[in-house]
């Protein structure tokens, strides 16, 4: 009995051993061997942030700001959630809070209350914020999605929505996602309710209502999978050089930049579209990366360090052009992510872990940051 009780403690010290060496500790929410591996905390957070400053430190120098998606539940409920959001960052996006389901799910109503929420936490706490989404296929209301409307009442609806809610943040939101994800992969232009009522006149449309409605705000294209070259990002580009020559105030085209270890663009070719925008005259904004990290089978270690360097990756070449002006993720932590609700297995895709401690790739988004004033002959450095 004694012996057997001596091999029980003799292997659960040696596997506690093995934890702490590897410094990993274990997620019980999830089922996969692999993921309910989580990165550790204390001892990171040390090596971590005594190299550096928080990543909102270097934005002003860097001339760029430095984003987050912003889950409303966390931000109302989770106090350290709104501790690591203002110390790091100083752009918010409303994942969901300012789309039109969440705001207006009664015809004819408005509730502010989730959107007004995020201003506020933002204003007191110095921050921009990116207006998402004016116009969408994704994200409507039930009653606009049933509802029996002829183009006319869909484009007065539109319109009704845009001045509504860009007019209540007026000087408030600096810069809209006006338009989201309007292109397919094909380079068309992508069936929804509002193509189908106006045509592709709707983009030009919904431009021209937010700069009405703010003629200060800065005006961007979104959208996924156009980060590199290939049929969506020309079919973009021909778009906001046709909407530029027409005279439509379009001011930047934001890449998402939802990627996976194994699913990333050529990064050559995103340095050649984010050229060519700019040479258009516009701004290029990453507004929604994540690099998922479910797929393969790597050791989770490895797997944390090849999502570092993408991360790395994208923020140094952010920071070697002089047109792009934001650096954003889709959450910040692991713990609030919409990549399990979408792909139905766990995921780390974020730069803080599910206990907010950093990880591999904040640092290296950090170390990006430092390095601002070396890239690009320093000419976007500030001092
Ligand atoms: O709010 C309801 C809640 O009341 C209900 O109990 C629950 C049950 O499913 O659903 C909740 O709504 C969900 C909402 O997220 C909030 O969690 C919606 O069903 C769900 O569809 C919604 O998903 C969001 C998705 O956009 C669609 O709006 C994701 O969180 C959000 O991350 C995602 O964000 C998009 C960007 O806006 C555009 N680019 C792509 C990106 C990822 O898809």
Same mark, same amino acid.
């Given at each position: 009995?004694?012996?057997?009780t ?18 990993l500790?274990?997620?019980?929410a999830?089922?996969?061997?692999d ?19 928080p990543?909102?430190a ?19 409920n ?8 203002a110390?790091e960052f ?7 809070a ?35 989404t ?5 994200g409507?209301?039930r ?21 509504t809610?860009v007019?209540?943040y ?6 809209w ?5 309007a292109?397919d ?5 992508r ?22 409605a ?18 969506k ?13 027409? $005279? ?5 085209v934001?890449?998402?930049l939802?990627? /996976?270890?194994? !699913?990333? *663009?050529?990064?050559? =070719? #995103? ?46 070449i ?7 002006t934001?650096?954003?993720?889709? $959450? ?5 992510t ?5 792909? /139905?297995?766990? !995921?780390? *895709?974020?730069?803080? =872990? #599910? ?11 950090r ?8 890239l ?8």
């Open positions: 009995m004694r012996s057997i001596f091999g029980i403690v003799g292997i659960v010290a040696v596997a506690a051993a093995l934890l702490l060496a590897s410094r500790v274990i997620f019980p999830f089922g996969d061997p993921a309910i591996l989580v990165p550790i905390i204390q001892t990171s957070v040390v090596d971590s942030l005594s190299g550096g400053l990543l909102r270097y934005t002003e120098r860097c001339g760029l700001t430095v984003g987050a998606a912003v889950d409303i539940e966390a931000l109302r989770d106090s350290l959630y709104q501790a690591t959001l110390r100083d752009m918010l996006t409303p994942e969901n300012m789309k039109f389901r969440e705001l207006s799910p009664e015809l004819g109503q408005y509730d502010f209350s989730d959107a007004d929420l995020l201003v506020d936490f933002a204003r007191s706490h110095d921050m921009q914020v990116r207006g998402h004016l116009v969408w296929h994704q409507l209301p009653w606009l999605q049933t509802g029996d409307f002829t183009p006319a009442a869909l484009e007065s609806i539109l319109l009704r929505h845009i001045h809610l007019g209540r007026q000087g408030q939101i600096t810069l996602d006006v338009v989201n994800e292109v992969f094909d380079g068309e232009f069936d929804t309710l509002w193509m189908r009522a106006m045509g592709k006149d709707y983009i030009e449309i919904a431009f021209w209502a937010a700069h009405q703010d003629p200060d705000a800065r005006l961007f294209y979104s959208d996924y999978d156009n980060e590199a070259l290939n049929a990002s020309d079919a973009i580009y021909n778009l906001m050089k046709d909407l530029l020559a027409r $005279g439509v105030p379009v001011d930047g934001a890449f998402h939802h990627v /996976g270890l194994n !699913d990333t *663009p050529n990064w050559s =070719d #995103v340095q050649r579209n984010i050229q060519r925008l700019q040479d258009l005259g516009l701004e290029v904004q990453i507004t929604e990366m994540d690099v998922r990290i479910q797929d393969g089978n790597l050791p989770l270690m490895e797997k944390l360090a090849q999502q570092s360097t993408i991360y790395g990756t994208a923020a140094t952010c920071l070697q052009s002089a047109a792009c934001s650096f954003s993720i889709w $959450g910040f932590t692991d713990r609030y919409w990549i399990p609700n979408q792909t /139905g297995n766990p !995921d780390f *895709p974020l730069l803080f =872990d #599910v206990n907010y401690q950093p990880k591999p790739a904040y640092t290296s988004v170390d990006a940051l430092r390095a601002c004033c070396t690009d002959g320093g000419a976007r450095c500030s001092n």
